[in-house]
């Protein structure tokens, strides 16, 4: 080692004053995962379009009458299987019925169903996650095999027995057969995503300051853990949509209720002769789904930093 | 690795109990009859509910009448359809056609995972990978049976380049339409995986060193970076097996595959749920063990797996 001495430079205290550090951090636009989010959503317009069609079938569903004016139960069995005319852009179905006014009151089945499956498998996949990987231990053995139990069943196939011996056919008991066995994937996600937030040091601190357990799991870790959460529950609303629908194509769906997945299935006996009450509610449904699927997406690409960084 | 099969196998154990437990008790805890609410609006045969009745043991106690459900479900008496037939007579013989349809489905979905996946890889943040997956979430977003409807009217109505519907002439060509469908409808998974794991591979070690000692692309790309990115796929692959073999009630019911999705299709439809219900244990059993094999596989093929 030279023996050449070292001058420390200390800048004088007028120059790096901390009042001024303190001036700038908090002009600085405030920052965190939703805001960047919501930046990174802004600049695209997949997400536009996603959000225009999920708004178009909210409407649809709550005010059915802003679209249409013709009453989707009336038939005419002159007009069975009858092409578009003026007043019925999308033509008549076997019965007689208008296709486009069946489409529109249909949406608010559609979505009754997607969110409140949604809502059930939530409220059932976000606790069992939550403690089983928050707790560790006999806590997670047991809330995680009994997980096991309901993700080895096919889902589609639990709520077809559940549909076929289920006495009251609607939209609650439809969303309960498929949120009743949805939820353990979701509760697995969710239980991986705490088993790494747990060890992080925030996690440590708020318990180093005295809160409780539980208190620091609600608190800090499950708002901390939500993000593949809200991600599955988006796209998990599509999936409810598409299983309703083929829950009541194969008969076991919703009675009495105008629904895409019911229209879809009388229409498949006239296939040939009039592909058009067959073809509409089937555009209705794939876009719908492909709304909320693309909301996921990009929300999925959006709150993670490093699927951004890597665009 | 025998410490592993034989873990993973008394896992299974409580799921399958569970799992048996599970669906006999949705069916037979609803309020009412329960033997009644099996035949749904139909007012059935007093010959076929004695039978049925005998059959569930409905005089014992709930616990009781779960572990005679059990016994019968192990020794293989599943009991009969409304017509008279063995429930495992019909599922025997059904079971081969359901194997080649999911086979060729899994075949093709397998290949367009990993073409697809390799060039959306290897073109990273190109137009070429951007129209992909754009292609592949629009694909898996349709329902499988519209996209069965729209193939079975445009292809096969309309263009007349595969049969409209199989029947009983279930060859691979004629099954060949229901088995893309499906392939196009979930390829999306496998087509990501690759897609990822082919971008992390260029940049690995082995690559670079490969790229250093004098290796051509055309060595590299197909030796090093593809055969390397393939594990997942393989497992993803396993893994939609496994599901499809439980999910084909649509595809066959549309196309009139005779396979046990088909028989599962017309017990909905003609509200068997006594049929229902047994098969749909039926293939919920086939799933776990097609997962646990899924496991197994993915043991072999990536050893970190065992020591976890």
Do not use: C
């Not at chain 1, 004088?12 to 959503?41: C, H």
């Not at chain 1, 536009?48 to 989707?72: C, N």
């Not at chain 2, 099954?175 to 992390?200: H, Q």
């Not at chain 2, 549309?254 to 039926?282: C, M, Q, Y």
């Amino acid at each position: 080692m030279s023996d050449r001495t070292i001058e420390h430079y200390v800048a004088p205290i007028d120059e790096n004053s901390a009042v001024e550090v303190d001036k700038v951090k908090l002009s600085e636009t405030r920052s965190n995962l939703w805001l960047d989010a919501w930046r990174d959503l802004r600049r695209r317009p997949l997400f536009y379009i996603a959000l225009a069609m999920v708004l178009v079938v909210t409407a649809a569903a709550f005010f059915p009458e802003w679209f249409t004016s013709v009453d989707p139960k009336a038939t005419d069995l002159a007009k069975s299987n009858g092409a578009p005319e003026p007043g019925h852009p999308l033509g008549f179905t076997f019965q007689g019925a208008d296709i486009y006014a069946r489409i529109i009151y249909g949406a608010s089945t559609s979505l009754a169903v997607g969110v409140l499956t949604m809502l059930i498998t939530g409220v059932i996949g976000i606790p069992m996650g939550a403690l089983a990987g928050f707790y560790g231990g006999k806590v997670d053995s047991v809330l995680s095999r009994i997980g096991d139990i309901f993700f080895s069943i096919p889902y589609f196939l639990a709520a077809v027995v559940v549909m076929s011996v289920m006495p009251s056919k609607n939209v609650l008991t439809i969303s309960f057969a498929i949120g009743g066995f949805a939820w353990a994937s979701l509760a697995r996600i969710l239980r991986a995503e705490i088993l790494q937030v747990k060890n992080l040091e925030y996690v440590m601190a708020s318990e180093a300051v005295g809160r409780s357990k539980f208190g620091t799991l609600v608190r800090h870790v499950l708002p901390n853990s939500l993000t593949p959460v809200i991600v599955y529950l988006t796209i998990a609303l599509g999936a409810a949509i598409t299983a309703e629908a083929t829950l009541s194509f194969l008969g076991v769906g919703l009675n009495n209720v105008i629904s895409w997945g019911n229209d879809i299935a009388d229409a498949q006996t006239s296939i040939r002769v009039a592909p058009g009450s067959l073809f509409w509610p089937s555009v209705a449904l794939t876009l719908t789904v492909l709304a909320f699927i693309v909301l996921g997406e990009l929300l999925r690409d959006a709150l993670d930093p490093k699927a951004r960084a890597r665009r | 690795m025998l410490m592993y099969v034989v873990r993973r196998l008394l896992q299974a154990i409580p799921v399958f109990l569970g799992t048996t437990f599970l669906i006999y008790f949705m069916v037979f805890s609803m309020p009412g009859d329960p033997i009644l609410a099996l035949f749904g609006e139909k007012t059935p045969n007093p010959a076929v509910l004695e039978a049925v009745r005998a059959q569930y043991h409905l005089d014992q106690p709930f616990f009781m009448q779960y572990l005679h459900y059990l016994q019968n479900l192990l020794t293989g008496n599943m009991g009969t359809t409304f017509s008279g037939q063995e429930v495992s007579d019909v599922l025997a013989r059904a079971f081969p056609v359901t194997l080649k349809l999911v086979l060729m489905a899994v075949v093709i979905e397998f290949i367009l995972a990993v073409v697809i996946g390799l060039i959306s890889g290897l073109r990273k943040g190109g137009i070429i990978d951007n129209t992909n997956l754009v292609v592949a979430l629009v694909l898996s977003s349709v329902p499988p049976f519209v996209a069965l409807f729209l193939a079975q009217y445009f292809i096969g109505i309309k263009l007349g380049w595969a049969p409209v519907t199989v029947g009983a002439n279930t060859t691979w060509s004629a099954m060949f339409l229901p088995a893309l469908v499906i392939a196009l409808t979930i390829y999306v998974t496998g087509m990501r995986l690759m897609r990822g794991s082919v971008i992390e591979a260029q940049s690995a070690d082995y690559v670079r060193t490969a790229l250093a000692k004098g290796l051509t692309r055309r060595r590299i790309i197909p030796v090093h970076v593809a055969r390397n990115s393939l594990i997942p796929v393989i497992t993803n692959t396993a893994a939609s097996f496994g599901a499809l073999i439980a999910g084909t009630t649509v595809t066959e019911g549309i196309f009139n595959i005779p396979g046990v999705g088909k028989v599962l299709f017309d017990a909905i439809v003609r509200g068997e749920t006594v049929t229902v219900v047994s098969i749909v244990t039926i293939l919920t059993i086939l799933y776990i063990i097609v997962n646990i094999l899924v496991d197994l596989l993915y043991a072999v093929l990536d050893p970190r797996i065992r020591y976890v």
